[in-house]
């Protein structure tokens, strides 16, 4: 079974430094997609980036952008210029088509908590 | 604001009661997504149905249902409630179905169970 693992529940940063928030997942398919979504304190669940396994090339979004290590099932996050507003709980999520014999996945992280400090 | 409305924000109810959360897409969105935001268990897929069909089931219990009507809204419907449903219910769009889509999150219903 799939599973989604980010072993950091909380995280610290000041502003305008970087920060990296890592997650890692367990899958035995070959063709899955990968997310960060951010839930700030209005509870609003907002899309960050996102990546598809086949793609070698790790995603970017402006002051975002992934690590992605497929071998090592590790796709981590990183925040560059940290801003106040990024304070926020931050999910990984992996998503998986059906297969043959499967249906649909969808499994996310139990999220990290990040703070921005002034 | 995603362009997803859930109806009501907050439901306190007690034990043993059913109740019905009410989800809208996006405009032209047909997939519809059910999650489940507890303290302790972070976000959980429940259901999705597509085009007024289920496409994929998670961990959802017995207890609760779902239906997408015609005009694609989508209703949750949750019967026996315990204590342990209290918990912030979810649902998310799609203009279409799974993998690589962007799902657009609504705010969330809050329940809770007395």
């Not at chain 1, 995603?59 to 106040?84: P, Y």
């Not at chain 2, 306190?12 to 047909?30: K, N």
């Not at chain 2, 268990?41 to 597509?50: E, M, R, T, V, W």
Request: glycine share 6%; net charge neutral; charged share 15%.
């Amino acid at each position: 079974a799939q599973t989604v693992t980010q072993s950091q529940p909380e995280m610290s940063v000041q502003e305008a430094e970087t920060v990296t928030l890592s997650c890692t997942y367990d899958t035995s398919e070959n063709n899955y997609y990968l997310f960060w979504y951010k839930q700030p304190p209005s509870r609003q669940m907002i899309l960050v980036i996102r990546q598809e396994a086949y793609k070698q090339q790790n995603a970017t979004e402006n002051r975002f952008s992934v690590n992605f290590q497929k071998a090592a099932k590790s796709f981590s996050l990183k925040i560059s210029d940290s801003q106040l507003g990024d304070t926020a709980m931050y999910f990984c999520a992996f998503m998986k088509p059906p297969s043959s014999q499967g249906t649909y996945k969808y499994i996310f992280g139990t999220g990290t908590r990040l703070k921005v400090l002034a | 604001d995603s362009g997803v409305t859930q109806t009501p924000k907050h439901l306190i109810t007690a034990t043993g009661q059913r109740v019905t959360l009410r989800c809208s897409p996006r405009s032209g969105d047909l997939s519809v997504y059910w999650y489940q935001q507890s303290l302790d268990q972070g976000l959980q897929f429940l259901i999705q149905y597509y085009n007024g069909e289920e496409r994929a089931k998670g961990n959802i219990l017995e207890r609760f249902s779902a239906q997408q009507f015609p005009d694609l809204h989508s209703e949750l419907n949750l019967s026996s409630l315990e204590l342990g449903d209290s918990a912030l219910y979810f649902c998310a769009s799609s203009p279409q179905t799974g993998g690589y889509n962007e799902q657009f999150f609504g705010p969330g219903t809050r329940l809770t169970v007395l």
